[in-house]
């Protein structure tokens, strides 16, 4: 299994631009969801999904937007990219069972808005 | 809003010795807490985790304590390896959004050799 892939691993947009960021994963998990991470913080929840076909919002949701069309794929669109989403973004997924915080994480996607 | 932190940001301990990480939180409502490792350029990687009902819980190396009373958790590495060096994060959530966590601020463990 490759477990959880996100492309791309750097990007470099300028305000105002829009872009996707994928993810996807093997592993069959229902549940996904899109954390980000600013220097010297923690990684905060924009979006997470159950299954396919519904998402809600997390603590961070303004200025971006999600769909779950299929159980392995997970974008994070920027429709308007400011410099405020300048940081690191992790998708992570989790299979049903178990108490829940075991997710498995991405390699990330460094993003810098200029 | 409430939140979870870290009391100490970085820490070094020699190789072979114990280490102690430790975390605050401070919502109250929060009854599930996860232990994250992340090394340099990597995503997270889940540790281990224990509920509200427990005290203590062990895995290979490490060990979780949770006191309620003062809303304190930490993290114990047994014999420290090179290989232990990264950032730890500790998390919380509910047991109704087991899945929805909230992440402290994280604390860099360097292990000397």
């Known amino acids: 299994n490759a477990g959880v892939t996100q492309t791309p691993k750097f990007q470099v947009l300028k305000t105002g631009q829009s872009m996707t960021l994928q993810c996807a994963q093997d592993m069959n998990h229902e549940y996904m969801s899109w954390y980000r991470q600013d220097p010297g913080m923690g990684l905060r929840l924009i979006h997470y999904?159950?299954?396919?076909?519904?998402?809600d919002q997390g603590e961070v949701p303004n200025g971006y937007n999600v769909s779950r069309s299929t159980t392995e794929d997970f974008p994070l669109r920027l429709l308007s990219a400011a410099p405020s989403q300048t940081s690191v973004y992790f998708c992570?997924?989790?299979?049903?069972?178990?108490?829940?915080?075991?997710?498995?994480f991405g390699p990330g996607t460094r993003l810098t808005v200029t | 809003g409430e939140s979870v932190g870290l009391h100490l940001p970085t820490l070094s301990v020699q190789e072979g010795d114990n280490s102690i990480i430790n975390c605050a939180y401070s919502n109250s409502a929060s009854d599930y807490f996860i232990w994250y490792k992340q090394e340099s350029g990597k995503g997270p990687q889940f540790i281990i985790d224990i509920r509200s009902n427990m005290d203590k819980r062990q895995g290979q190396r490490v060990t979780v304590l949770l006191n309620k009373t003062v809303k304190h958790l930490s993290l114990q590495i047994a014999a420290t390896q090179p290989g232990d060096s990264a950032v730890y994060f500790c998390a919380e959530a509910t047991s109704g959004s087991a899945r929805q966590l909230t992440f402290g601020s994280g604390t860099q463990l360097t292990v000397l050799p």
């Open positions: 992570a997924s989790s299979p049903p069972g178990g108490l829940g915080g075991e997710q498995y």
């Open positions: 999904s159950v299954g396919a076909g519904i998402t």
